[in-house]
């Protein structure tokens, strides 16, 4: 079955570094576009980065553009989420995030926490 689990996430302090991963199992990875959401505490979980099938085509919401990285390997079934210069406002739980047919399927989520 679909599988995506996520990693890395972790405390950081602001202006920090944080690259997370998510594994991906079940299906043919390098056919299907990859996201990565957030979810802070009392706020919808929101779209903020994704790739398509290959690492040129990528999509950044504003609030994260120029500070986050999607990249994706075919080899490992893995994309992930190079974060840079990480601010408080990023503190969320992370989900990796693709879509198959009708459905969409979640990893479990890791929570980043971006604090002094």
């Known amino acids: 079955q679909v599988q995506l689990v996520e990693s890395g996430g972790t405390l950081v302090q602001p202006g920090g570094s944080l690259r997370l991963s998510c594994a991906a199992s079940?299906?043919?990875?390098?056919?299907?576009?990859m996201a990565w959401y957030r979810q802070a505490p009392g706020k919808e979980r929101n779209v903020i980065a994704s790739i398509g099938l290959n690492n040129n085509i990528a999509y950044y919401t504003a609030a994260v553009k120029g500070r986050f990285t999607i990249s994706r390997d075919h080899a490992k079934n893995t994309v992930y989420l190079q974060m840079n210069s990480l601010k408080p406002e990023d503190t969320a739980v992370y989900y990796c995030q693709t879509h198959l047919g009708r459905d969409n399927y979640w990893g479990q989520g890791t929570q980043v926490t971006v604090s002094s």
């Open positions: 079940g299906f043919a990875f390098s056919q299907y576009r």
